[in-house]
């Protein structure tokens, strides 16, 4: 059975700096790009940043230069290194593994940016 278990999550204030980790479990992780989205009630869940397997990221422009993904395939983890974050940041993050047309998608983690 495949889990993501997202953890990370919490309470900033502005200009701080949170790491979520994301840890898999019931796949070959490594063969899996991976992925953070994060969605705002009433809003379209929406790509923050990707790694695939080859390690080639990828990120949104509004975090490009503030946040950084990461994988360890020794530990079936992903993370989301998150700096300067903004109040805007603020949104519940998923993490998803996607291969073949299947994606996997973990429970998420409440991030909240105070002003």
């Known amino acids: 059975q495949v889990q993501l278990v997202e953890s990370g999550g919490g309470l900033v204030q502005a200009g701080g700096s949170l790491r979520l980790s994301c840890a898999a479990s019931?796949?070959?992780?490594?063969?899996?790009?991976v992925a953070w989205f994060r969605q705002v009630p009433g809003q379209q869940r929406e790509l923050v940043a990707a790694v695939t397997s080859a390690y080639t990221t990828s990120y949104a422009d509004s975090v490009k230069g503030r946040f950084t993904i990461s994988r360890d395939n020794a530990k079936n983890t992903v993370y989301l290194q998150m700096n300067s974050l903004k109040p805007e940041d603020t949104a519940v993050y998923y993490c998803a593994a996607d291969r073949s047309r299947i994606t996997y998608w973990g429970q998420g983690t409440q991030v909240t940016v105070s002003s």
């Open positions: 019931g796949m070959i992780f490594s063969i899996y790009r």
